[in-house]
């Protein structure tokens, strides 16, 4: 049984192609400006890499904010419960989600695959990968980079802001002032994790939390939010595809 998933998300595309329920390949680049467009191409590339005929795919899902732009999908699933069946896959003791994306940030509470709740933020880049990336560059930092100095700050700097603009400002005066990049940077991250933290706690997330999204790949952010939430939490090795392996699976049923 062979089936693909394509997550369209706002700032990368993600593709999968699964043979029996495991990923076989797997592409994450940015978007773009043309959904569609990407996704077309995405689709052709992870055929190429896994040298699979069109043919012998039986089901394609699209997920994500560009989905419907996807016209050769069988299914379209929205990106919650995509998320929700992906992680399962992978994790099934997991009872909460926390997705940090480019653009949003998503509490999911699942149970056996199935969401049982949700909060987004979608409205404001507090909490998200813009948020990082803007004031990382205030930093003159990678936000990779800024992930990894942060876990070596003994004083992390207060970040009062979570208004993006108001926090790049908020950096620049404490560079003024002398703090050092690695606090700074920490102190950013400790800003995203503890907004991140009262959302997984209003809707009742403490343990068995999976922490995905491209955000999850920050290490200092991981950090942060572990210490805030005072659990480990599950990352799976790629926390990108998770939306593309929900939405592959649920195309195939």
């Known amino acids: 049984m062979m089936s693909a998933g394509i997550d369209a998300g706002a700032a990368t595309i993600k593709a999968v192609l699964l043979i ?4 076989t390949g797997s592409i994450v680049r940015p978007t773009g400006f043309d959904f569609s467009a990407a996704a077309l191409q995405i689709y ?5 890499q896994t040298g699979t005929e069109k043919a012998a795919v039986g089901a394609i899902g699209a997920t994500g904010y560009g989905r419907d732009s996807i016209s050769f999908a069988t299914k379209r699933i929205s990106e919650i419960t995509a998320h929700a069946q ?9 009872r909460g989600i926390i997705d940090i994306g480019g653009q949003d940030s998503k509490i999911i509470v ?8 949700f909060l987004m933020n979608d409205r404001c880049a507090a909490g998200t990968g813009k948020f990082l990336e803007h ?5 003159e930092l990678t936000v990779e980079d800024l992930g990894q100095i942060a876990l070596s700050s003994k004083s992390p700097a207060s970040i009062n802001s979570m208004c993006t603009v108001f926090a790049e400002s908020e950096v620049i005066s404490l560079r003024a002032k002398g703090f050092s990049r690695e606090d700074i940077a920490a102190g950013l991250v400790e800003s995203i994790a503890r907004r991140v933290a009262v959302m997984a706690r209003q809707k009742g997330l403490y343990q068995d939390i999976a922490l995905v999204g491209g955000v999850a ?3 200092g952010i991981r950090v942060a939010l572990e210490k805030e939430l005072g659990v480990g939490l599950f990352v799976p090795p ?11 699976l649920i195309a195939m049923r």
């Open 86 to 94: 992906g992680v399962y896959h992978l994790y099934p003791e997991v």
């Open 135 to 139: 004031t990382a560059r205030a930093l």
């Open 217 to 219: 790949k920050n290490a």
């Open 110 to 117: 699942v149970n056996d695959g199935k969401v049982v709740d």
């Open 20 to 23: 029996d329920g495991k990923v």
């Open 238 to 248: 790629e926390p990108q595809i998770t939306g593309a392996i929900g939405a592959s």
């Open 44 to 48: 052709d590339d992870l055929l190429r």
